[in-house]
């Protein structure tokens, strides 16, 4: 079992570029999840999506769309980079139980 | 608003000790709590899971015990190992989809 698996691990932008970080689960659970993590602030949510075709805002979704493409895939797009979002993404699923992708490392230049 | 608070923030001792580390909320209606693991530049892995109907649960060297009238769990790790050192975190989840973080305990295990 691959369990959460998210894309790319690194990620270096210049402020002004767009990306968009992949996400995928195989363990077939309804809830998935965007998290930041950044140093005294710890993990912060992005946006969530509680089943296949719903998405909602967390604490910090300023500067970020998401899309439910299936049950499985859950992506975050960044359309237009700051400095301010240099972060370590975290993808997670969950369906009562919480797993975690191993993370993007993203800097905003 | 569940507010989840993890005391000690930071925490250093020899290897060999039995620890306790500490979590509490603030709202007891809560259906589950999960204690994490982190290590430096991973991702979080899951340790124990305790239901709201269970009052702990055990895996190996580590025990979890959930006590909601108080508002509080407790990770208990039996003889300690420098292995052992990591960020632990723990996380409750209410009637929403979403679950609530604490900030962590930074442990330390010394040879």
């Known amino acids: 079992n691959a369990g959460v698996t998210q894309t790319p691990k690194f990620q270096v932008l210049k402020t002004g570029q767009s990306m968009t970080l992949q996400c995928a689960q195989d363990m077939n659970h309804n809830s998935m999840y965007w998290y930041r993590q950044d140093p005294g602030m710890g993990l912060r949510l992005i946006y969530y999506s509680a089943s296949e075709g719903t998405t909602d805002k967390g604490e910090v979704p300023n500067g970020y769309n998401v899309s439910r493409l299936n049950k499985r895939e859950f992506s975050l797009r960044l359309e237009s980079a700051a400095p301010s979002q240099t972060s370590v993404y975290f993808c997670?699923?969950?369906?009562?139980?919480?797993?975690f992708g191993s993370g993007t490392q993203l800097s905003v230049l | 608003k569940q507010e989840v608070t993890q005391i000690p923030a930071a925490l250093s001792v020899p290897e060999g000790e039995n620890l306790v580390l500490n979590c509490s909320f603030t709202d007891s209606a809560i259906y589950n709590l999960q204690w994490f693991r982190q290590d430096p530049g991973k991702g979080l892995t899951s340790l124990l899971l305790?239901?709201?109907?269970?009052r702990e649960q055990t895996s190996g060297r580590l025990n979890a015990s959930l006590d909601k009238s108080s508002g509080r769990s407790t990770l208990y790790i039996a003889a300690s190992q420098p292995g052992d050192s990591a960020t632990y975190l723990c996380?409750?989840?209410?009637?929403?989809?979403?679950?609530?973080f604490g900030r962590g305990t930074s442990l330390i295990v010394h040879p």
């Open positions: 996380a409750v989840y209410e009637g929403s989809y979403i679950p609530t």
């Open positions: 305790i239901q709201s109907s269970q």
């Open positions: 997670a699923s969950s369906n009562e139980k919480l797993f």
